[in-house]
């Protein structure tokens, strides 16, 4: 069985909308296209939290990885 190198993989899950949408800002600025799942029940408040993932494609993911680690080290 082939693994589609455009399925989607959940690089980080996040408690904001803002915190992953400047996630995916930065990534796209770097080159890598990423998105955001679950941003509805992020921003619903309830008594249990909601997350927000941060979605790359599977061929990006360790690239994305790297970069994401860069940004929080702040050496990017």
């Excluded at 979605?55 to 080290?73: H, K, S, Y």
């Amino acid at each position: 069985m082939t693994v589609d190198p455009n399925n989607p993989e959940v690089l980080v899950r996040v408690s904001t909308l803002a915190e992953a949408t400047a996630i995916v800002t930065a990534l796209s600025a770097r080159g890598v296209e990423a998105s955001t799942i679950g941003s509805y029940t992020a921003g619903f408040l309830a008594e249990a939290p909601g997350t927000v993932d941060v979605v790359v494609r599977q061929q990006d993911l360790v690239r994305a990885q790297g970069l994401l680690q860069e940004l929080r080290d702040g050496t990017e």
